[in-house]
């Protein structure tokens, strides 16, 4: 029997839903809605700037945004999604697979910029040994930084003595013990998250952090750069700058011991990244009444990690435990193109150090573990400078760097003394 014949005026209807579908395509394959949206910008001018005074931002916006779903499916390298959060296994990387490494920085892009705005590493660190000796380190610095201080020394959100907090651990675990530096900073992955987000010529500084049985949560909020200022200062920044801001800075953490949810691990909440006001609407009580509400915390194990964006709202939970003092080694990666909170002076890291970045050198090459050493304990930026008396390198456009300078060094075999004159020499010569 043959098919029953299709109606004229079904015929017209699916050619005209067919032309109709052609044009919807061509409309979007030529993005008119995007042109047409930057017409309409082009030809209204409107307030560069957010309101510092009552300014109220849309609450059902911001519960839309961070209400969204993370899908597997996005995230093929994560071994798992839990509350809305990627966790990758680090033992699963193979970090000689020079494809298998950008595509998981596309993913941890993708992360914090588009998606949940945070990820965690398990496994991080997995040898303890390293983070040991992380800890020893840590311990007689706090021990004498307290004995300095009358025992008054404390964070910036909580009574002095109540927690424990080392600023410029970085630098001071260098200092303290340069054979436990070394070993920490060796640690590729440092490499691969911070230029998954920031590129190339970035700076690590670091905080230690110890929140003792009892420790009171913060109160949400986003961080540096905006998030570092008043509201009446972060209203002077023009709107796009809010959104570079989050750009400028890597936020996360390394857990120095275990973290178990009563211990407090991180308040965050996922997609808040993406809310552009948001560095003046996290002050807003009602928008911290929706974090407290809504945010998620992930338990950690002693040597995993977590990294977010500075635009996360986020806030350190309360240690409701007797007996776990709650340590993570926080870590704030600054673009080449920002300010560090902190400074990091080279120099002395590098006459603590240079020894052992030698016999590495001697014992390895340039391994991905010294190159993610050198990276972490040098400039890698060479700008600001004076191009008067350190002008670009023959064929290039921009004079050598502090990296550049350990490098050549390292290659050629220098010893100590020459490699201080070297660093100290172009810092002079840098100078206005």
Excluded at 69 to 98: H, R
Excluded at 164 to 190: E, G, T
Excluded at 284 to 308: S, T, W
Excluded at 341 to 368: H, I
Aim: hydrophobic content about 40%.
């Amino acid at each position: 029997m043959p098919p029953p014949a299709i109606r004229p005026g079904v015929t017209t209807a699916l050619a005209a839903f067919a032309s109709l579908a052609a044009v919807v395509g061509t409309i979007h394959y030529l993005e008119l809605p995007s042109l047409l949206a930057q017409r309409k910008k082009a030809r209204k001018v409107e307030k560069r700037c957010y309101d510092a005074t009552d300014e109220k931002y849309s609450l059902a916006s911001f519960a839309t945004l961070t209400s969204q779903l993370t899908l597997p499916s996005t995230y093929p390298l994560a071994t798992d999604i839990q509350k809305n959060v990627p966790i990758y296994d680090c033992l699963d990387f193979d970090l000689t697979d020079s494809k298998r490494v950008e595509a998981l920085r596309d993913e941890l892009f993708h992360i914090l910029y588009d998606g949940p705005g945070v990820y965690v590493l398990k496994n991080f660190f997995t040898d303890m040994a390293v983070l040991d000796g992380a800890n020893a380190a840590f311990a007689s610095i706090i021990k004498t930084e307290l004995e300095a201080s009358d025992g008054a020394k404390g964070d910036h959100f909580a009574p002095a003595s109540a927690n424990s907090r080392i600023w410029n651990s970085f630098s001071k675990h260098c200092l303290q013990d340069p054979a436990s530096f070394v070993k920490y900073y060796s640690n590729p992955l440092f490499r691969i998250v911070s230029e998954a987000y920031l590129g190339p010529a970035y700076r690590i500084t670091t905080q230690l952090n110890v929140v003792k049985p009892g420790g009171k949560p913060q109160v949400c909020h986003r961080d540096y750069h905006l998030g570092f200022q008043t509201k009446e200062d972060v209203a002077r920044w023009p709107k796009p700058m809010h959104d570079a801001s989050r750009l400028l800075t890597l936020q996360g953490a390394v857990a120095h011991s275990d973290m178990p949810l009563e211990s407090g691990p991180t308040r965050l909440l996922p997609y808040s990244q993406g809310f552009d006001a948001g560095f003046m609407a996290y002050r807003q009580e009602e928008f911290n009444e929706y974090f407290l509400q809504n945010y998620i915390a992930l338990p950690l194990k002693k040597g995993d990690a977590v990294f977010f964006s500075p635009a996360l709202f986020h806030a350190a939970g309360e240690n409701k435990t007797s007996d776990v003092e709650r340590s993570a080694n926080l870590i704030q990666v600054s673009s080449a193109f920002g300010k560090t909170m902190e400074n990091v002076d080279s120099v002395p890291l590098v006459e603590k150090s240079w020894g052992l970045l030698a016999e590495k050198y001697a014992r390895e090459g340039m391994s991905s573990e010294l190159d993610s050493l050198v990276g972490a304990i040098a400039e890698g930026y060479p700008f600001p400078t004076n191009l008067d008396r350190r002008p670009p390198a023959p064929g290039g456009m921009a004079p050598e760097s502090e990296q550049d300078i350990l490098k050549r060094a390292l290659s050629e075999g220098w010893q100590k003394v020459k490699v201080l004159d070297e660093l100290t020499a172009m810092r002079k010569a840098g100078a206005a």
